[in-house]
């Protein structure tokens, strides 16, 4: 395999840059661009070992830095890899990865290093993929879920799946090809109870993957309620800035304002609407047809009252609007006098959450709250979750290959049909982990991956 090398940090000024280089001649290539201080050579550096000195395009120096070695198998890519730090400046860090290309070493493509690394058996698909979910993760469960993922969780949960179709296979097999043996007579009884647990077990995985998702994209999020509620006033709390014009004029926020926010462990992607009420001005009208959008599209709606007025009809309208939606009635200005009837709220949206956009902890309350009305506090991160479209729709199929070997079962088929199905099942599965992936579903995952990754 050749040896490749990129920029491995963002293309922006900083305090360093790395470029790195991988393959059987990484020490080589390194060695023609980096002089070490000490003048021994670089290809004489052994794995986990760094130096310090000068780095040269030819005779023309270039900067100085430092050089850390890792030998095959003991790296990222499971090759010989040579990392050059230079200063983190935008053009020096192209003239090194240039003299790396100058000394033989070719660009790498995006997500190469991964992919060697998958290829040369370091990870498998499941922990690649789960190496950009760490650099995407916005908040700390999304990253303690790509960590676990990344150690395997999710690949060990598919190989514990495929297991417990092989063992339904190889039950089916024996029994056909020596049916006069002592192997177990495969019945009906043993066949819908086997496959039960392996449908319960994709049922687990594939509910966990819409819950995931919120975690993994954010929960949309529309706020709504009539004027001068205060939902600018929440929306500048949740993110911490002065977006929202917030004024004591009803109908201010004209514009939807639209925002991705991290508050504890949820991502938001919070839409400040504007108040829902009928309306001649043109503009707010606008407003009022896009917030309507906004709410079918919702994940969840905070809708947004105020606890020193009395329900009036705007409210009601809001309400009745609601329905059918994930809502979360919430209650603002608690710092001022209770007006509202909370019991009648209550009744019609369900449990109201008390607060007082005005107060910091504000934000923690409700992204406890959030949490709790999705459930999203009792999902096992840890216990290997499907973390994108790709493991879902391998999933799906090995579900629906399972469902039909299900029905053949019920509708009295022979157990080679059966077995038929199963295989079509374990081979989605082991695409889903990665031990059968073609080179186009390996080449679409990497596709997504950055350059130096
Ligand atoms: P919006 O029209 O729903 O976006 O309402 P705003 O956020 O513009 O707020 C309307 C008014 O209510 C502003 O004067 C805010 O300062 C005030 N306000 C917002 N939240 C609170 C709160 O929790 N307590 C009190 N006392 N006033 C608030």
């Known amino acids: 395999m050749s040896t ?30 980096f002089r070490t201080a000490s003048g021994s ?14 780095i040269y395009d030819g005779e023309e120096r270039l900067d100085d830095g430092v050089v850390l070695m890792f030998r095959a198998p003991h790296s990222y890519t499971g090759e010989d890899v040579a990392e050059i730090s230079c200063h983190g400046g935008i053009y020096v860090t192209r003239r090194v990865l240039a003299a790396c290309i100058k000394a033989g070493a070719e660009p790498a493509g995006a997500g190469e290093f991964t ?17 950009t979910d760490i650099i995407n993760a916005q908040s700390g469960q999304l990253l303690s879920c790509s960590n676990s993922q990344r150690e395997g969780a999710l690949y060990r949960r598919a190989e514990a799946i495929a ?39 994709f049922s687990a995985l594939l509910s966990g993957y819409d819950k995931g998702r919120l975690i993994r994209e954010g929960i949309s999020c529309a706020i709504v ?25 009803a ?13 504890g462990d949820v991502v938001l992607k919070v839409a400040d609407c504007a108040g829902i009420r009928e309306t001649d001005d043109a503009i707010e009208k606008i407003g009022v047809e896009i917030m309507l959008k906004k709410l079918n599209n919702a994940d969840l709606v905070l809708a947004v009252f105020d606890s020193s007025r009395p329900l009036e009809e705007d409210d009601m309208t809001l309400i009745e609007q609601l329905s059918g939606k994930l809502v979360i009635p919430v209650v603002n200005k608690c710092d001022l006098q209770l007006t509202l009837d909370t019991v009648t709220l209550e009744n019609k949206l369900g449990r109201a959450v008390y607060i007082s956009a005005r107060l910091d902890k504000t934000a923690d309350i409700l992204s406890d709250e959030i949490k709790s009305r999705l459930s999203l506090d009792k999902l096992d991160m840890q216990a290997g979750v499907l973390a994108n479209e790709r493991q879902r729709s391998c999933m799906l199929r090995a579900a629906d290959a399972v469902n039909e070997a299900i029905n053949a079962v019920e509708l009295g088929l022979t157990p080679d049909a059966v077995g038929v199905m199963l295989e079509q099942a374990l081979d989605a599965v082991y695409e889903l982990s990665g031990r059968k992936a073609s080179e186009e579903v390996i080449s679409e995952v990497f596709k997504r991956f950055c350059v130096g990754k």
């Open 4 to 33: 490749v090398c990129a920029i491995a940090t963002p293309p922006a000024a900083g305090g360093i840059s790395v470029i790195r280089i991988s393959g059987e001649k990484a020490a080589e290539i390194a060695d023609k661009v």
């Open 41 to 54: 050579p670089v290809t004489e550096l052994k794995g986990y070992r760094a130096a310090y000195g000068k």
């Open 115 to 131: 992919k060697r690394a998958l290829l040369n058996g370091k990870m498998s698909l499941t922990q690649a993929e789960a190496v």
């Open 163 to 201: 297991d417990m179709i092989m063992e339904v296979s190889a039950q089916i097999s024996a029994w056909i090809d020596y049916p006069e043996d002592d192997t177990p007579v495969v019945t009906e009884d043993w066949l819908r109870e086997k496959l039960s647990a392996v449908k319960a077990e």
């Open 225 to 249: 309620g009539k004027p001068n509620v205060g939902k600018s006033t929440l929306m500048n709390l949740l993110s911490g800035e002065e977006r929202s014009i917030v004024s004591d004029i």
């Open 251 to 263: 109908g201010t926020t004209r514009d939807i304002v639209e925002e991705t926010i991290s508050i």
